[in-house]
């Protein structure tokens, strides 16, 4: 049997693990400080699974991102309790915003409640 295996296969067998990555030089540039997301554990056989995967993460999370702070006051705060919880994605439209005009899918990171106000602090 053994005989049957090329010396590629060999050796693409014989390794315990494989890794993909996917790099931008752009956003390494502009962004020097940035930190390198975790090692993400997956179990693909085929590598270009895994690069693939690699490749859609680096599209998703290498967008430029910045917090918003949005405010709701009185009767509208109450409505945003279900789905204002930390973590959850949220829609804001503001069409007075160039980048909120159609709605923006944003991550909610703190909720703040004053008086008959609420405060969120969002990313995306």
């Known amino acids: 049997m053994a005989g049957a295996v090329t010396a590629t296969e060999r050796t693409y067998w014989d390794q315990a693990w494989r890794s993909a990555v996917?790099?931008?030089t752009a956003i390494n540039a502009a962004y020097p400080l940035a930190e390198d997301g975790p090692e993400l554990i997956a179990?693909?056989?085929p590598q270009a699974d895994a690069q693939s995967l690699a490749d859609r993460l680096l599209a998703i999370f290498g967008k430029p991102r910045r917090p918003f702070l949005a405010r709701q006051r009185g009767g509208a705060a109450g409505y945003c309790w279900p789905t204002c919880q930390l973590g959850a994605c949220i829609a804001l439209r503001w069409p007075q915003h160039r980048a909120l005009a159609t709605g923006?899918?944003?991550i909610v990171q703190g909720v703040?409640?004053?008086?008959?106000?609420t405060t969120l602090t969002l990313w995306g």
Do not use: Y
Request: glycine fraction near 14%; charge should be negative.
């Open 22 to 24: 996917s790099a931008n």
């Open 43 to 45: 179990g693909f056989d």
């Open 104 to 106: 923006q899918p944003l």
């Open 112 to 117: 703040s409640a004053r008086g008959d106000a």
